[in-house]
C-alpha cells in the first residue's frame, strides 16, 4: 500500500474526523500522564522503595506494606474517621440545603431571595486557609469569640484546640457553613423545574401551602436528592484533604476524631517518607473507594429502573 | 392568591425571613470580623484578638503589606498561575469537550470512558507524587502549579453539554461550506458558547485561586509560593513573617494585622467580582448536576 492509498483508507475510515481527534489530543495525553500513568504506579505498594530504582527498579516487598498497615490501629481510626465524618456531611449537608432551598422558595419577593441566595452561596468562594482563620478568631483559647463570651457570662472556658471530641461537631457546623449554599443552589434549580400545573391541580383540589410542599415538592425533589446522596456515598472513602488539613493542621491532639485517609498518607508520604506503606493506604483507598462508586451505581440502577445508573 | 393572606401564613413568612437574615448575617460575619480586624491596631488586636469595628482605625496593616516583598511576590505568583492556568485549562478542555460532543465522532463512547475511568479509579497520592517530582521534574517550577489541573473531567462533562445545546443546524450548514471542524469550532461554536466558556473559566479561576494542594506539595521556594500557601504559614506561625523581613527596615511588623490584611486582600477580588459572577457559577451546578 503506497502513502496515497493508505491516507485515502484512513479518510473513508473517518470522514474528515482527523481534526476531531487531534484536537481531543492534549486532552488524551493529559489523562494519560497524570491519571493512568499513576494508576500503573500502585505496584508500588509491592515494592521496597528505593529513590535510584524508582518505581520499576526497586525490589519487591510482598505484602509486608499491606501487613504493616493492617495489624496498626491506624487503619480503624482512620477508616472510622472518614466514614464517619463524610456519613455527618451527608446527612447534615442533605437536609440543610434541602430545608433552605424549601424555606427559601416561599420567599416571593424575589429581590429578598436574591440577596439571601448571594449571602448563603458567599463562603463557597473562601479558600479553607481562610476559613481556617476565620475558625481560629472563633475558637481560640484565649482571644476567640466563643470564649471571651463563655467568660463575659461567667463560665469556663473551652480548650477547642485539644478537646477532640468536639471535632466532629465543629467540622459539621463549618461544612455546613461552607457548603450549604452549593446545594441550597442545586436543589433551588429543581424546585422551579417542577411543573406549575401540579400546583394549581393541588390548589383546585383546596390543598394548603404546606400540603404542597409535602405532596408535590418533596417527591418530586427525590430524584436530584438521591443523585446527589449516590454521588456523595461513592466518595464516601475519600476525605475532604483541603478542609481537615487547614482547620486541623498538624494539631495532634485532636488526630484521633479528625484523622482521616488523606490525612494520613500526605503525613505518611511527606514527614515520614515511608513510600512503600503509604502506597499500600493508598491503594486500599482505591479499591474501597472503587468499590464504593460500582456499589452506589448499582443502587441508583435498581432505585430508577433504567439501564444506565448515575454514573455509567 | 386568599391562602397568602391568612394569620399563619402571615406569621410563618415573618419567621421565615427572620431565619434567612440570620443565615445570611452569620454567613457574612466572619469575613467582616477579619475585614474590620484588619483595620484596627496592633496593640488592640493583641489583646482582644479580633475587632468587628475597629477601636483605633489605622491603615497601618495594609501599608505594611504592599511593602512587603515576599506578600506582593505571593500575589504576583498567584494571579499569574490563575490567568495562565485558567487560560490553558479552558483551551484545553474545550477542545476535548467539543469533539465528545459531536455524535459522528467515531470513537466517542471510548473516549468518554476513559475520561470517566479517571472519576472512578485513581492511583493515589504517591504515584502522583513520585511521578510529578521523579520522573516529570515539576517540583518548583511554576508549571506544577499549572499542569495537574489543566482537565477538570467534571468540567470537562459541562461544557460537552453545553456545546451539546448548540442547533446541529447551524455547525452543519459551515460545514456544508467547506468549514473544517476546527475552523467551525473557532468561528461558530466559541461565539455561541460564551456564557458556557466564563462558567467553566469561572470554576477554573476559582480552583486555581483558592488552590495549596500542589504547592503544599511541590513549591519549597520562596519565591514560588502562592498566596494561599503563605497564608497557611502565617496562620500556623504568626512569626513567620517579622522572621523573613528586614528588621532594619520596619521597627514591628503587626504579625496580627499583617494576617488579617493578607487575608482580605486575598478574598478582596472574589468579593468584588462575586455579584456579578454568581449567576454564571448557579448556571454550571445547575446543568452538572442534571448531566453528572
Request: charged share 10%; with cysteine; proline share 4%.
Amino acid at each position: 500500500m503506497n502513502a496515497k492509498t493508505r491516507a485515502r483508507t484512513a479518510k473513508s475510515l473517518l470522514p474528515g474526523q482527523g481534526t476531531l481527534y487531534l484536537m481531543a489530543l492534549p486532552g488524551i495525553l493529559f489523562f494519560f500522564i497524570f491519571s493512568y500513568l499513576p494508576m500503573f504506579g500502585v505496584i508500588l505498594a509491592f515494592k521496597n522503595y528505593n529513590f535510584a530504582g524508582g518505581i520499576f527498579g526497586s525490589p519487591w516487598a510482598g505484602f509486608d506494606n499491606f501487613e504493616f498497615f493492617f495489624t496498626s490501629p491506624d487503619l480503624y481510626r482512620i477508616t472510622f474517621n472518614t466514614l464517619f465524618l463524610n456519613f455527618l456531611f451527608i446527612v447534615f449537608g442533605t437536609l440543610a440545603a434541602v430545608v433552605t432551598a424549601v424555606l427559601l422558595n416561599e420567599i416571593r419577593s424575589k429581590v429578598s431571595a436574591r440577596i439571601f441566595q448571594t449571602f448563603i452561596f458567599f463562603p463557597y468562594f473562601i479558600s479553607w486557609i481562610v476559613v481556617s482563620l476565620f475558625l481560629g478568631t472563633f475558637l481560640s483559647s484565649e482571644r476567640g469569640i466563643i470564649n471571651q463570651l463563655l467568660s463575659a457570662i461567667g463560665l469556663d472556658r473551652v480548650e477547642f484546640m485539644n478537646s477532640p471530641g468536639l471535632w466532629p461537631a465543629i467540622l459539621v457546623v463549618v461544612y455546613l457553613w461552607k457548603s450549604t449554599g452549593y446545594g441550597l443552589v442545586i436543589y433551588l434549580a429543581a424546585i422551579t423545574g417542577i411543573n406549575p400545573e401540579y400546583y394549581e391541580a393541588a390548589r383546585i383540589d383546596g390543598a394548603s401551602r404546606f400540603q404542597q410542599i409535602i405532596r408535590i415538592l418533596l417527591p418530586q425533589l427525590r430524584p436530584t436528592v438521591l443523585i446527589l446522596l449516590i454521588l456523595a456515598v461513592g466518595r464516601i472513602f475519600y476525605g475532604d484533604f483541603g478542609m481537615i488539613y487547614a482547620l486541623v493542621g498538624d494539631n495532634g491532639q485532636l488526630y484521633p476524631t479528625t484523622d482521616v485517609i488523606d490525612t494520613y498518607v500526605f503525613r505518611s508520604l511527606r514527614t515520614y517518607g515511608d513510600i512503600g506503606m503509604t502506597s499500600a493506604v493508598g491503594l486500599y483507598q482505591s479499591l474501597m473507594g472503587f468499590l464504593m462508586v460500582v456499589l452506589a451505581n448499582w443502587i441508583s440502577k435498581k432505585l430508577s429502573d433504567e439501564k444506565k445508573g448515575v454514573l455509567y | 392568591m386568599v391562602e397568602h393572606k391568612s394569620v399563619s401564613y402571615r406569621l410563618f413568612n415573618s419567621i421565615n425571613y427572620l431565619f434567612f437574615s440570620v443565615i445570611g448575617i452569620a454567613c457574612l460575619v466572619p469575613f467582616l470580623i477579619v475585614l474590620g480586624s484588619s483595620f484596627e491596631a496592633e496593640q488592640n488586636l493583641k489583646e482582644a484578638g479580633f475587632a468587628l469595628i475597629p477601636k483605633q482605625f489605622t491603615l497601618y496593616s495594609y501599608e505594611t503589606v504592599f511593602q512587603l516583598n515576599s506578600v506582593m511576590q505571593s500575589f504576583l505568583v498567584s494571579v499569574t498561575v490563575t490567568v495562565i492556568g485558567t487560560l490553558s485549562a479552558l483551551l484545553v478542555t474545550s477542545l476535548l469537550a467539543y469533539p465528545l460532543s459531536q455524535r459522528e465522532m467515531k470513537f466517542r463512547s471510548l473516549i468518554l470512558g476513559y475520561v470517566l475511568i479517571t472519576m472512578l479509579f485513581s492511583g493515589g497520592l504517591v504515584p502522583w507524587y513520585i511521578l510529578i517530582t521523579k520522573y516529570l521534574h515539576l517540583k518548583d517550577t511554576l508549571w506544577v502549579l499549572i499542569v495537574p489541573y489543566l482537565v477538570n473531567p467534571f468540567n470537562m462533562f459541562v461544557l460537552k453539554s453545553f456545546f451539546e445545546t448548540i442547533p446541529r443546524e447551524i455547525v452543519e450548514s459551515a460545514r456544508i461550506d467547506g468549514a473544517g471542524h476546527f475552523r467551525s469550532f473557532l468561528n461558530i461554536v466559541i461565539p455561541l458558547s460564551t456564557p458556557g466558556l466564563a462558567t467553566i473559566g469561572l470554576f477554573y479561576a476559582l480552583a486555581y485561586w483558592n488552590d495549596w494542594w500542589l504547592s503544599l506539595n511541590f513549591i519549597e521556594s520562596d519565591k514560588l509560593m502562592p498566596v494561599q500557601l503563605l497564608l497557611k504559614k502565617m496562620i500556623s506561625n504568626l512569626t513567620y513573617i517579622s522572621s523573613q523581613v528586614d528588621t532594619s527596615k520596619f521597627i514591628q511588623v503587626p504579625a496580627n494585622g499583617v494576617q488579617m490584611a493578607t487575608t482580605i486582600i486575598s478574598i478582596g477580588p472574589i468579593f468584588l467580582v462575586y455579584p456579578y459572577i454568581q449567576k454564571y457559577f448557579v448556571k454550571g451546578l445547575t446543568i452538572g448536576s442534571v448531566k453528572g
